[in-house]
């Protein structure tokens, strides 16, 4: 592979993960949906105990659209891309900050995640495509029940876009 070619990769493949945080940020699903495979793994047991699932890109969607509109804002933060590329297959660690914000009677209307993702991209014709994603928390600060608020308020109102 030429230099070239590699750093469009590498372009091309920080563009998707940005696409991630702007997608949940913005509430943008359908982008949010567009950088996922059809079939993924998800870990996300570093923070929450359950162990990695085989997902469909669907049910990822859906199960974020169950939530996060349920905040007030939130912010995730990318930095510090680490991207190797072998062929049409690549990995990308990623430093993350999340914040999610809800105002609420119930203690701190905020919590913190903060750590790293691990990416697992493959190339599918032009583009590139999560197949799996490890959230790796090293640190997180404040009320762990927002998201509990968050899950409620959604289902209260029925809507998958921002609640006010």
Known sequence: MDEVARLKDKSDIQQTILNYAWG???????LFRSIFADDLVMDFSSYSGKPASKITGDEWVAGCQAMLPGFDATQHVLTNFMIEVEEDEATAIV???????????????AHTLGGHYIHKLKRHGERWLIHATTLMVTWSRGNRQVYELARQRVAESGSNTHIS
């Open 24 to 30: 949940i940020d913005s509430r943008d699903w359908k």
């Open 95 to 109: 430093y993350m900050k999340a914040e999610h914000f809800i105002a609420n009677v119930l203690g701190d209307n």
